[in-house]
């Protein structure tokens, strides 16, 4: 079964950091684009950063832009967001998701990690 798990959320001052990991398992990793998104209470779910297959192509919102850097570990199945210079306005829910070369969204999706910043 594809499962990909969330950790390292927590509650941070404003200004603090952050880095979150996403544990994958069930499909081949190292062939699947990977994406962070988030969501506040209140508002729809946005993507925050992806990142392609071969690691070298990354895309980022621009609120995070210049903040936060997606990666990948193939040989660990898993990747992560290093998030510095948090700001309130980056509370909400994480999730992390994959998508394999044959599929056109992203379909697998964890449950998510909660990060609050006062």
């Known amino acids: 079964d594809v499962q990909l798990v969330e950790s390292g959320g927590g509650s941070v001052q404003a200004g603090g950091s952050l880095r979150l990991s996403c544990a994958a398992s069930?499909?081949?990793?190292?062939?699947?684009?990977i994406s962070w998104a988030r969501q506040a209470p209140g508002k729809e779910r946005e993507e925050v950063a992806t990142?392609?297959?071969?690691?070298?192509?990354?895309t980022y919102a621009d609120p995070v832009k210049g903040r936060f850097t997606i990666s990948r570990d193939n040989a660990k199945n898993t990747l992560f967001l290093q998030m510095n210079s948090l700001k309130s306005d980056d509370t909400g829910m994480y999730y992390c998701?994959?998508?394999?070369?044959?599929?056109?969204?992203?379909?697998?999706w964890g449950r998510g990690t909660q990060v609050t910043v006062s």
């Open positions: 069930g499909f081949t990793f190292s062939s699947a684009a």
């Open positions: 990142l392609n297959a071969g690691g070298n192509f990354m």
């Open positions: 998701a994959a998508r394999e070369p044959w599929q056109t969204e992203y379909n697998y």
